[in-house]
């Protein structure tokens, strides 16, 4: 109740949520720009000036704002009149200018910045709306612009209008116009800041459409869970302290990667019962809280994590009463000179401001022997005439590790953890990158040398042949008149076919009318003599049939099936078939999230990101010990590996994005028609200050994930802008790695053995298989299965109903389920026991069920219904029962191997046991075969929860049969101890 849940509410993933959101968003969208739309609503302004990019600046923004409900822009203050000030500032620098004589290039400086104010004079009068404020972005022509609304220097400005190049002017020119810049400058600003904060208005609301959408559906995503627990323990005391009374001991691990929201629930349960406004002032209780992390590998804050904030708690747990911070610093993970080039390299980086205080490293294993030194680095140089691309240096770094790789594995002998010795494998080696782009050079030149390898790092899923094998079967089902990807389906690796074979089948479909008949998904396929085609059709078909009715990832999955899509993939890659066949689970993962949008908007999207090549992440595959692995530094945290090799560090750096989320204050800033508020430049310099800071926390935690040898790359030639230059590793101290005396690794050939297996030893062995494993049955009691409506039921005795026939208006399985509905509620204490509220609920699920299919049909009566269940709640044997009644509870068990699963419309539990397990129903007229068959899903509900007695309740005609537990030890007949109970005739 004081989280304000459905108590039905489900936590959905990440994929169905995003797929929710996208959907809302697309609706939200309609609405924005459907007809009578407002004239200067900021979605419609911004339809009609940039109509090609309103889309995508939209979607950008609200996944913004999703992933930041509480953030938003800083609005400017209403005081001031940036206009008036820009105005004041040009007319001074006028009036200066006249006093200097014969000056030409301060008059036309001077005339460009008149001309320019005279478009903003006391444009801030009154408020101005969304459109007017987007048509003053548009300044117009002016000399004076260097690039998008940015004045030129002094200097440049002066040189258009004659000055010589390199005369640096007066230095009360360049006051007077730094002045009028300055101005204007605030006056874009203040501009950009109304622009933003109303756009972010336009955006709440979608937020609480998509809310609306989650509350309607009766989900949660992981998001809606940290606030509701917030709220929980921030509103309400007397839960907060119920949570810590329960949990009186809270042990958290990797906590530098937790975030404000998370620190406060932490910090509130382990409190005492003080009350105190601010979770940073609460007194927690003596050991109620343990901490764990190491915020040098803070590296998360694209997720939220906050490095500020566990220094905030370090500093809050210190302060607390018999607190404690504990410094780790033994390492039992690497070898001693690892260690000591890790301590070398990052004592001073993390003594600088914003990182946190470094606790050097100490070594605790002894140190091994190898034919390296365990820290070394080799040098990639590129020699060309031209300019130097990154793809150039991946290419040549691709070649040199493949090569080191080949060449360690098996002339390194590796400690294991039992202490013994055996030669390196492939297993053994990580290649640690960070970020995705252009693995694939690094996986070919590995695959080219014949070893294995395990990605987790690929983001190349909309580039892959087997995405684009899928996207033509899924295009073929969604729509049968799409002949251009039926023929790349069947011409393609997934089915076939050659040019010379589709045209014989062209040529041997019969005419229709007089016409040729061009093959298609929609040919009948006893027309084709072609048995692959002819196999491929008929499934095809068979999809299509269904794919109406069936969510897209089920149709994906069983297409990929009954084409043999796996074994396919599995042949082509060979080696490389664990990617391929990974990528395939992807794209059904993706599908998941379009089970209510259907199979036209999955393909719809898949076409569009395929074509955009949008960045998308490839299947997970299971790392292995015959493969090298190749993984983001991100994923590799909390992993180790005997070599370890960073990569692909001549990535450029991260642009800095339009939008910003900036942590210290919660504020969002954005450019919005190429104006930047003021507060963007200042937020944009802080977020870059932190991703720097990360960048370097980054490469320390590449550098200790490695156990025995760390190759580190050293590239002279690399950009000032890539990772390699964001950190120095002092790669002048280490020594150049030399594996040119190592032979290079070759793959054994499988042994062939002669296959000596016979029919008889055949069937042998698929028997003993058989037997061990018994085939599953599950029994469901609710779906009334065949095999057990003539099963006898001798302990149970059904007599005839007391109560006259009855008409009721409306008979039929939506009355059935509105009663049940309203039993539930009752149970629950959701509904008062009055008629008149009763009848009104009953309209309102009515209202909720019914179809336009169902309008021609007689309702039902709210107020019978509202009667009968009134009544039946008034039955002795019900009322007797009432406080111990739950609803609508889960069952499960098994009888003779046989698993029986359902759902029972209420349970009487008293001290823990099931006493009487009931079942509702609403028949009008049932007949004996009817009630026989009731009888017998009552008695499987009652083997499963171990109840004595079931209840079967003919609410229409207010009878009660009794049922006995056959299985029940004090089981008796019937007749022996009255069993029977009948209720009064209504």
């Known amino acids: 109740m004081q989280a304000g849940l459905d108590p039905g509410a489900r936590i959905v993933d990440e994929t169905v949520a995003e797929a929710l959101f996208r959907s809302e968003l697309s609706a939200w969208f309609s609405r924005r720009l459907a007809e009578g739309a407002i004239e200067n609503d900021p979605i419609v302004v911004l339809a009609e000036e940039i109509p090609l990019k309103v889309v995508d600046l939209i979607r950008e923004l609200a996944m913004l704002r999703r992933e930041h409900p509480e953030a938003a822009p800083i609005p400017p203050l209403q005081s001031v009149r ?94 007077h116009y730094q002045m009028a810049a300055d101005a204007w400058n605030e006056l874009i600003g203040h501009i950009a800041s109304l622009l933003v904060c109303i756009l972010s208005s336009s955006l709440d609301l979608l937020l609480e459409s998509y809310e609306g959408r989650k509350r309607a559906a009766a989900v949660l995503d992981f998001d809606d869970l940290l606030l509701h627990v917030r709220s929980l323990v921030r509103r309400h005391e007397e839960v907060r302290r119920a949570i810590g009374r329960r949990y009186k001991y809270i042990l958290v691990d990797e906590f530098q990667d937790t975030d404000r929201i998370q620190s406060e629930i932490l910090f509130s349960i382990a409190a005492t019962d003080d009350r105190v406004e601010r979770w940073e002032d609460r007194r927690l209780r003596p050991g109620s809280l343990f901490l764990v992390g190491d915020p040098k590998q803070a590296i998360y804050r694209f997720r939220g994590a906050d490095i500020e904030i566990y220094e905030l708690c370090r500093r809050l747990i210190g302060a607390q009463d018999g607190g404690a911070v504990i410094e780790v610093t033994a390492n039992f993970r690497s070898q001693k000179a690892i260690i000591r080039h890790v301590n070398s390299c990052f004592e001073t980086v993390f003594g600088k401001t914003g990182q ?100 987790q790092a690929g983001q190349s899923l909309m580039r892959r042949q087997e995405t684009q094998d899928i996207l033509a079967l899924l295009r073929v089902l969604a729509d049968s008149s ?385 009667r009968c269940a009134l009544r039946t709640l008034g039955l002795p044997e019900i009322a007797e029962m009432r406080p111990f009644l739950l609803p609508e509870m889960t069952i499960w068990g098994s009888e003779d191997g046989v698993l029986i699963a359902g759902r029972a419309d209420a349970l009487a539990i008293r001290e823990g046991h099931v006493e009487v397990a009931i079942d509702w129903k609403s028949d009008i007229t049932p007949s004996s075969t009817v009630r026989n068959r009731y009888a017998s899903q009552l008695s499987d509900y009652l083997k499963a929860t171990g109840a004595k007695r079931g209840m079967l309740v003919f609410m229409s005609l207010g009878e009660i049969v009794w049922v006995e537990n056959p299985a029940s030890s004090l089981a008796r007949r019937p007749e022996e101890d009255g069993i029977i109970h009948e209720a009064r005739p209504l």
């Open 82 to 175: 940036p206009d008036i000030v820009f105005a004041q500032a040009v007319d001074d620098f006028f009036r200066w200018q006249t006093s200097i004589d014969n000056d030409n290039c301060l008059r036309g400086i001077a005339h460009e910045l008149r001309r320019l104010s005279a478009r903003y004079v006391r444009v801030f009068d009154s408020a101005p709306d969304f459109a007017t404020l987007w048509r003053l972005c548009d300044a117009g022509p002016c000399r004076l612009f260097a690039k998008g609304l940015q004045l030129k220097s002094y200097v440049d400005a002066a040189e258009l209008f004659g000055a010589h190049p390199g005369e640096s002017g007066s230095e009360a020119a360049i006051r």
């Open 356 to 455: 946190p205080r470094y606790v050097a490293l100490a070594p605790t294993i002894a140190d091994g022997s190898y034919p390296t030194p365990c820290v070394a680095r080799f040098t990639i140089q590129v020699v060309t005439e031209g300019r130097i691309y990154a793809e150039m240096f991946r290419e040549a770094e691709a070649e040199k590790v493949a090569d080191i790789c080949s060449r360690l594995i098996g002339n390194v002998l590796i400690r294991r953890a039992d202490d013994s010795l055996s030669p390196l494998q492939p297993g053994d080696i990580a290649l640690v990158s960070p970020g995705h782009t252009e693995l694939w050079r690094y996986e070919r030149a590995l695959e080219q040398r014949n070893l294995a390898v395990s990605s």
């Open 482 to 866: 799409d002949t251009l990807a039926f023929g790349a389906l069947m011409r393609g690796p997934l089915v076939g076919l050659s040019d010379q074979q589709l045209l014989d089948i062209t040529a041997g479909l019969p005419e229709m009318n007089g016409r040729p008949h061009f093959f298609s998904v929609r040919t009948n396929p006893s027309t084709i003599q072609h048995p692959v085609a002819k196999a491929i059709l008929i499934s095809l078909q068979d999809l299509r049939r269904r794919a109406a009715i069936s969510t897209p990832s089920l149709i994906l999955a069983e297409a990929i099936e009954r084409l043999n899509v796996r074994v396919i993939l599995a042949a082509r890659h060979r080696n490389r078939n664990a990617r391929a066949l990974a990528n395939l689970d992807a794209l059904i993962e993706r599908a998941r999230g379009y089970g209510i949008a259907g199979l036209r908007p999955f393909v719809r999207d898949l076409q569009a990101e395929w074509e955009r090549k949008v960045r998308a992440p490839e299947g997970r595959v299971d790392a292995a010990e015959h493969a090298i692995e190749i993984v983001t530094i991100h994923k590799a945290k909390g992993l180790e590996w005997p070599v370890v090799i960073p990569i692909n560090s001549t990535t450029e750096l991260y642009r800095p994005d339009q939008f910003v989320h900036r942590q210290s204050d919660n504020t969002l800033h954005w450019m919005v028609g190429g104006v930047a508020p003021p507060d963007l430049a200042a937020a944009r310099a802080e977020e870059s200050r932190e991703d720097a800071n990360q960048r370097e926390r980054i490469w320390y935690v590449a550098c200790t994930r490695a156990r025995d040898l760390l190759i580190l790359p050293h590239i002279p030639q690399a950009a000032k802008d890539s990772w390699f230059t964001s950190i120095d590793l002092r790669h002048g101290e280490l020594p150049e790695l030399d594996v040119s005396g190592f032979p290079e690794s070759y793959q054994r050939q499988a042994t062939a053995h002669e296959n000596k297996q016979s029919s008889d030893i055949f069937a042998a062995e698929q028997g003993r298989v058989s037997e061990s494993a018994p085939t599953v049955v599950w029994r469901r009691p609710s779906d009334h299965d065949r095999d057990r409506l003539a099963d006898p039921i001798d302990t149970v005795v059904v007599a005839d109903s007391l109560a006259e026939q009855m008409e009721v208006v409306g008979g039929g399985a939506l009355r059935g389920i509105v009663l049940h509905k309203m039993m539930e509620e009752f149970l629950t204490g959701g509904l008062e026991a009055q008629e008149r509220p009763v009848a009104s609920r009953a309209d309102e699920l009515l209202a909720q069920l019914l179809t336009d299919a169902d309008e021609r049909e007689i309702r039902p009566d709210a107020t019978e219904m509202a």
